[in-house]
């Protein structure tokens, strides 16, 4: 079994910057792909980005290409998304998955992710 605990979350006025940190732990073994989902009031959950375990392949949802970037230190089996220019529209709550069977794959679809984490809100204010 696999635990994902997220962090960073808060407060943010428009334009502002936030980094999100998960961490994992458990049975963490390689080939492990991790995605940020997130989810706004009233919408469905989207992808916002994925990165491989060797962090040499990563992948963003068109909205947030150019913002926010996201990568990970394996010593530490955490992963961050780095978001900066914020917007109101980015307002939801985060999540950290983990997916794996990953191998590299970063895919955008949530139905492959096996772990997700319990969430971390983020607000921007315009």
């Known amino acids: 079994q696999v635990s994902l605990v997220e962090s960073g979350g808060g407060l943010v006025q428009a334009g502002g910057s936030l980094r999100l940190s998960c961490v994992a732990s458990?049975?963490?073994?390689?080939?492990?792909?991790m995605g940020w989902f997130r989810q706004a009031p009233g919408k469905e959950r989207e992808f916002v980005a994925a990165?491989?375990?060797?962090?040499?392949?990563?992948s963003y949802t068109k909205s947030v290409k150019g913002r926010f970037a996201i990568s990970r230190d394996n010593a530490k089996n955490t992963v961050y998304l780095q978001m900066n220019s914020l917007k109101a529209e980015d307002t939801a709550v985060y999540y950290c998955a983990a997916d794996r069977q990953g191998n590299s794959r970063v895919s955008n679809y949530e139905g492959v992710y096996d772990y997700w984490g319990q969430g971390t809100q983020v607000t921007v204010s315009s």
């Open positions: 990165i491989s375990w060797s962090t040499t392949i990563t």
């Open positions: 458990g049975r963490i073994s390689s080939n492990y792909d």
